[in-house]
């Protein structure tokens, strides 16, 4: 990869803008659930604190670690709420896996190991 490549590949850029938004605001609907049942508000926003740092710091694991955090709370979703949506809700988990997993972007850009 050339020097060009690089600097392109350290920015976030394309479909990734999404999962960027998406940590952010996971985030803040943790948060806000802290309100509603503490223990699960607490435990989805260590989760998602977690799956932010590992976005923004482009470790090389975040790929697995978001699509399987948001299969995790699809799995959740669907036991809580209505089995029938299982469909709908695994629509993201499957589009990201093909995001992250088959486009040069992502494989480029989440590069850094997980320690130093």
Same mark, same amino acid.
């Given at each position: 990869m050339s020097a060009?490549?690089?600097k392109?590949y @350290?920015?976030i850029?394309?479909?990734?803008?999404?999962?960027a938004?998406?940590?952010?605001l996971? %985030?803040?609907?943790?948060?806000?659930?802290i309100?509603i049942n503490?223990s699960?508000g607490a @435990?989805?926003?260590v %989760?998602y604190?977690?799956?932010?740092?590992?976005?923004?710091a482009?470790k090389?694991?975040f790929p697995y670690v978001y699509?399987?955090?948001l299969?995790?709370?699809?799995a959740?979703?669907? $036991?809580v709420a209505?089995?029938q949506? %299982?469909g709908?809700?695994?629509v993201?988990?499957i589009?990201?896996? %093909?995001?992250?997993?088959v486009?040069? $972007?992502? $494989?480029r850009?989440?590069?850094?190991?997980?320690?130093?």
């Amino acid at each position: 990869m050339s020097a060009d490549e690089g600097k392109y590949y @350290s920015s976030i850029g394309g479909w990734l803008w999404l999962p960027a938004i998406g940590t952010v605001l996971n %985030i803040l609907m943790s948060a806000y659930a802290i309100t509603i049942n503490a223990s699960v508000g607490a @435990s989805l926003l260590v %989760i998602y604190l977690v799956v932010a740092y590992l976005f923004w710091a482009r470790k090389r694991v975040f790929p697995y670690v978001y699509v399987l955090s948001l299969i995790a709370v699809t799995a959740v979703t669907v $036991r809580v709420a209505d089995p029938q949506d %299982i469909g709908r809700n695994l629509v993201a988990p499957i589009f990201f896996a %093909i995001c992250f997993f088959v486009t040069a $972007r992502a $494989r480029r850009t989440f590069i850094e190991p997980l320690k130093k």
